[in-house]
């Protein structure tokens, strides 16, 4: 796994001291309803998505990180509860569901402890969609939230044997209980909105949920499920189109009102009005907009970095300098490569898949870079056409990159007898930053913008997807199999029961035991906050800030305000979600 690039710190250390800093919390998850509505801009398809979401029949949102997923969800959710609807939204948030993974190590029938949780889960949201809409009725068979809750902590915790009475908490206790729901407020529907569904990394656990998603959707219950594209595992009996169907989310950057909208983010997350240096640099929404590469996330991210500066700016006049507009841009994009990154420790076995990734995302740039040389800044080439037929081992490499949000996939051309190929638009943080645009030494704003926003081109480097890998003759796609404890061997086999090295009895490996005794060096905190963060606490690895779940650890620390200790805690969350 690569080292963490480490963002800079800005020099106004008390964060929640800046009057916008709430603001600029990313996840939609974590910002009351009201301050909600107030900040999100509509996504360029948001009335026909919402629409879909909103309505009968099982859906899966597909995305990568930080595309909008929870944003359309809790805009369906709200909108359902608060408007008059014959459907009942249910928002349930799955991001931790990782928790439940040391159940698959250390008991025998974590499926049926998992199924549970997930099915505790949904009572909660149902009596927290109740509580928010204080329209409905609460059915007096309706367990109580209190039992519900202590139910959910001593799985979760895996005292299994403390839980007790479960009868009712089973699939059909669960749509009988929906359906009471339903009957007592004369609605018709009840609308699952399943966030963070299937980011476990356990293939077992996905697995697990997606019977469970099959079995959950009747007439009266329509599931709808966000995921990632490329590392989903859906269960053998589960089939996309058929079970569910597909809605994909993520905004493609040259679609038309993409920069109205990141535009109208931009101001909404400002109050209105944007900090006088943007508005003194023509064009600086607009580059910042494009190297976001259709991530409102990313974007509000550069967005935070121009208000702490502006903190320091003591003249009206002043703008954003062209060199500090490129350094954001780099930024953002070597965040999408940390998520890249971040793989070979959240799916181990794809180690060799994940290094050769790296090499053959150079390969593409340095062709598209190669393509663009000499051209006018209109005719830039944004894309990379690969050649069909794609090997299962390369489709695995470009489904990483999707996940990542490092390459966006953007239909496919036939060439006739040249061949058909599959188009991906890369990430534009990285053609701006690797040079593979606008080739000249010096490189202007409204440059990058005429290029980004040029009409479709229609002339790509096309390439063998083979071809982008160094010495692909050695290349190995295999997958690695988890090391001995003892020795660190890998393993013979994945049915090995003793190590071939040093003959010690090998044993299952948690994946989120794995991830959570990392070293908070590995989130994306600048080094001068790790250390501060070691010096002044006990807090040393991603588990010591997740147990800290009131932050009064990361709020005992010099210059961690509020904010700060929110944003501190959902890098952990995120990081094994």
């Not at 494009?290 to 320091?312: C, Q, V």
């Not at 940390?338 to 060799?352: F, G, I």
């Not at 943080?429 to 229609?458: E, M, Y």
């Amino acid at each position: 796994m690569s080292v963490p690039v480490h963002s800079e710190e800005p020099e106004v250390d008390i964060e929640a001291d800046l009057p916008l800093e709430g603001n600029f919390v990313e996840q939609a998850e974590y910002i009351p309803e009201n301050i909600f509505t107030a900040l999100s801009a509509d996504h360029p398809d948001e009335e026909t998505i919402i629409r879909r979401l909103s309505a009968g029949g099982a859906k899966l949102l597909v995305g990568p990180r930080g595309c909008g997923k929870t944003t359309l969800m809790l805009k369906t959710y709200y909108g359902l509860l608060r408007k008059a609807s014959q459907n009942f939204g249910v928002y349930v948030n799955f991001k931790l569901s990782l928790k439940l993974e040391p159940l698959y190590v250390n008991t025998p029938n974590a499926t049926y402890w998992f199924r549970l949780w997930l099915n505790l889960k949904i009572y909660e949201g149902v009596h927290s969609a109740l509580e928010l809409a204080q329209r409905f009725s609460l059915p007096k068979t309706l367990p109580s939230r209190q039992v519900i809750e202590s139910l959910l902590a001593s799985i979760e915790a895996g005292k299994v044997e403390q839980a007790r009475d479960l009868e009712q908490y089973t699939m059909d206790g669960l749509s009988r209980s929906i359906g009471a729901v339903l009957e007592e407020n004369g609605l018709s529907r009840c609308v699952l909105l399943l966030d963070d569904a299937a980011h476990a990394f356990s293939s077992s656990q996905q697995e697990d949920f997606f019977e469970f998603f099959r079995q959950i959707k009747s007439r009266e219950i329509s599931p709808k499920a966000a995921i990632y594209p490329g590392i989903t595992t859906h269960s053998p009996t589960f089939h996309v189109g058929h079970d569910a169907e597909q809605i994909d989310v993520w905004i493609r950057p040259d679609q038309s009102g993409y920069v109205d909208f990141m535009r109208s983010l931009a101001t909404k997350r400002f109050n209105g009005n944007l900090p006088s240096s943007l508005a003194n640099t023509p064009l600086a929404v607009d580059f910042l907009a494009f190297a976001a590469f259709g991530n409102p996330r990313s974007f509000l991210n550069m967005l935070r970095t121009i208000y702490h500066d502006e903190m320091k700016i003591t003249t009206a006049s002043a703008a954003v300098d062209r060199r500090k507009l490129l350094d954001i841009s780099k930024q953002t994009r070597e965040l999408s490569h940390n998520v890249y990154d971040s793989l070979t420790a959240k799916v181990p076995a794809y180690r060799e898949f994940i290094e050769t990734g790296r090499d053959f995302y150079q390969g593409i740039l340095a062709r598209i870079k190669d393509f663009n040389r000499g051209k006018e800044d209109d005719e830039q080439a944004l894309e990379v056409a690969l050649k069909k037929p794609i090997t299962g081992e390369i489709a695995k490499i470009l489904s990483f990159f999707q996940y990542a949000g490092l390459l966006l996939p953007a239909g496919e051309n036939s060439r006739g007898v040249k061949g058909s190929f599959e188009l991906y638009f890369v990430h534009f943080g990285d053609l701006i930053t690797d040079n593979a645009i606008i080739g000249r030494r010096t490189k202007s704003i409204p440059a990058f913008v005429k290029a980004f926003s040029a009409q479709t081109h229609q002339a790509w480097p096309r390439v063998t997807p083979e071809s982008l890998i160094r010495k692909p003759k050695e290349v190995s796609f295999r997958l690695v199999l988890p090391h001995c404890q003892v020795c660190g061997a890998e393993r013979a086999s994945e049915h090995a029961k003793f190590c071939h090295s040093c003959g010690s009895q090998l044993k299952a490996t948690s994946l989120y035991d794995s991830l959570t005794n990392q070293d908070i060096s590995v989130l994306p905190l600048s080094r001068k906050m790790v250390s501060r963060i070691k010096a002044h606490s006990n807090i040393r690895t991603i588990k010591d800030i997740l147990i800290d779940s009131d932050r009064l650890k990361l709020r005992g620390i010099p210059q961690i305000g509020p904010a700060r200790a929110r944003r501190i805690a959902t890098y952990a969350e995120e990081y094994v979600a």
